[in-house]
């Protein structure tokens, strides 16, 4: 929607303050306003801004744009506010960034990802040719070339992040490992669109949608498998919207995974001597409203021989952000490990040795702010735990 249409959104914002912090624990919710500290950094603000900027009173500046621009699009202010008003913060959000694409305010990071969308079908730069690199040590099918039942989709992340690797390796194994067929696209898959969606690019995120689900579709595998919440929540939220018939199951790789436990097919035969904790990605979370996969996950990591899990204060729909969404990492990586180094202290508050989640943005962010703060904790993605304990 534009701007002009959330008129009645902006003015139901009452200011008072909920979407600030998690409810009943009163622990911050936003990671822009707690950093910056200032009011409109927070939600509330960023409702003023729309406002000013709608009625004329304000115009898209360089002040204004760093302020929309520094959020993480985690939905925890939406999470909070939603117990008393109303549930659209981060639409409003979107709305104030498409309108600045719109008027041709562009931020320079944002259009280097957006370039390289139109060029290479990724937001990394990286030739398109390289995207299946992943997998060349590993015999899989060729999805775009014979029929399989699943379709395992890395996403840009784990295709262009040799660091990140076995993650997708660890789960094309453990499907492997249970009689599943799957293959990959190689290069000829494509970015999500869902980066671009959340930066205010609507044009490019509609293309890549319309163009995966018709692959997709084409191609009639039952099932499209990924390990990346943030292209999941693309996939089950944001693609529905198009119109287009969706004739495949979109499953985040925990899901999968919880499903061949329950059903019997995955067997550990390894005790993992560990005390974790779970991070749960906001895509994978509150991006998904009441069909945020929270237990899941959990079952996965207690069912494993040798598995202490043990909860952080902000858990579940209450979760603090790693800080990587809606291309902060990007464009304020600042902004972004600060955040990240917020939960990592809270984690190691827990007392757990290792971190553990289910998705790449968050993995990546997590561990350059390992380095980057120096933080005494392993960051894992439940694939790469699961593949050890088989």
Known sequence: MSLSDLKEWLYGCTHCGTCKEVLNIFAPACPSGEMYRLESYYPSGKMLIARGVTSGALTLDDEVLERIYACTGCLSCEQQCGVYHHQHIFEVVQALRTEAVTHGYLNPAYMI????????????????????????????KDASQENVEIIYHAGCMLSFDPELWNIPQSAINIMKATGADVGIMGMEESCCGGRAYEIGYIGEFTKYAEHCIETFNSLGASTVLTSCSDGYSTFKKLYPNTGIEMKF?????????DRLI???????TKKLP??????????????????????????ILQSIPGIELVEMVRSRENAWCCGAGAGVSQANPELALWTANERLKEARA????????????????????????????????????????L
Do not use: Q
Request: aromatic share 10%; proline share 5%.
């Open 113 to 140: 990802m957006v370039d390289s969308l139109k060029k290479d079908d990724n937001v990394f730069g990286k030739p398109k040719a390289e995207r299946g690199d992943w997998a060349k040590e590993i015999e899989i």
């Open 249 to 257: 199951e979109p499953l985040h790789m925990v899901e999968y995974i």
């Open 262 to 268: 329950s059903d019997g097919k995955l067997k550990f």
């Open 274 to 299: 560990m005390k974790v904790t779970y991070h749960d990605p906001c895509h994978l979370g509150r991006h998904l409203g009441d069909g945020g996969v929270y237990d899941a996950p959990r079952k």
């Open 350 to 389: 827990t007392g757990a040795s290792a971190l553990v989640t289910a998705c790449p943005w968050c993995v990546r962010n997590f561990r350059d702010t390992v380095k980057e703060y120096g933080e005494d904790i392993k960051i894992y993605d439940i694939s790469e735990i699961v593949k050890k304990a």
